[in-house]
């Protein structure tokens, strides 16, 4: 089968003049969904060439958020994603020179880009320029990567101020947002505000993850006692927010770190 389509191709591109802008971006998203991507570029570069300088089928928005996508979902560490987000820098930059306004999936491309290859600031220089050059407005998603990269680098205090901006904004954060604000509050020794943000995903009806509620607990008995950490477990269980078994392996995280202390706290 990509043989066959292969062979067309080639034809397709041998006739000077032949084609469409819709055509080629099926074209390139074929080769993308193929993990072609050499292929998906060379038809890009066709597109892009002198001699159709005045033809109908010049790369469009369209053309450039296909290969955005592509690009973007190859990576598979930060390392791999900073080499595949140079490339994606270099086409955004085609894609402004060449006259084309990036639109809201084009500019959470370079932002979540940005963020995955940990390169963070670069992220929020793309948010803070997104009204005022791009005359673009952030949706949910644009400050959902920016508050789960500011977390990873446990810059919290940056997170909480791009997550109260979110909600005024009327966004509800999301589940990977709101645990990673929680995670990164608990472990900076904000147990307080940590818990606070933890009730409020529940209110908004955002899943807690189990890492979530291991991390929150450890840092109750580590900051605190035993017996507040019996106390949050016990109200998870009252809010019907862990099941049985969920419940049982937070008991066993407790008794495996503090052993007879939580038998003891348990028999009171």
Not at 51 to 62: A, D, E, I, K, W
Not at 132 to 157: E, K, M, S
Not at 178 to 192: C, F, K, M, R, T
Request: net charge neutral.
């Amino acid at each position: 089968m990509y043989q066959e389509m292969d062979d067309i191709v080639n034809q397709l591109l041998a006739v000077p003049f032949i084609g469409s802008e819709a055509l080629f971006n099926t074209v390139i998203y074929y080769f993308t969904q193929a993990r072609k991507l050499t292929r998906a570029v060379h038809v890009f570069k066709h597109m892009k060439s002198g001699r159709n300088l005045n033809c109908c089928f010049r790369p469009s928005l369209r053309t450039y958020n296909i290969l955005f996508a592509a690009f973007l979902g190859r990576g598979s560490n930060s390392y791999i994603n900073h080499v595949y987000m140079e490339t994606i820098r270099c086409l955004f930059r085609q894609m402004v020179n060449d006259g084309i306004k990036p639109d809201i999936f084009s500019l959470n491309t370079m932002i979540k880009g940005y963020v995955l290859s940990l390169h963070v600031n670069d992220a929020l220089r793309i948010f803070h320029q997104m009204g005022v050059i791009y005359d673009c407005q952030p949706n949910a998603l644009t400050y959902d990567c920016l508050i789960h990269g500011l977390c990873a680098q446990g810059r919290t205090n940056n997170a909480k101020e791009l997550c109260c901006e979110m909600k005024t904004k009327g966004f509800v954060p999301s589940s990977k947002s709101y645990n990673s604000l929680v995670n990164s509050l608990a472990l900076g020794g904000e147990i307080e505000e940590a818990v606070n943000y933890l009730w409020e995903m529940t209110d908004k009806q955002r899943s807690v993850d189990f890492i979530t509620y291991r991390t929150v607990l450890d840092e109750i008995c580590r900051q605190g006692t035993i017996q507040e950490g019996m106390r949050f477990l016990q109200e998870l269980q009252e809010k019907d927010l862990v099941d049985g078994h969920a419940y049982r392996k937070l008991l066993y995280v407790l008794e495996d770190d503090y052993g007879n202390s939580v038998s003891n706290v348990g028999n009171r």
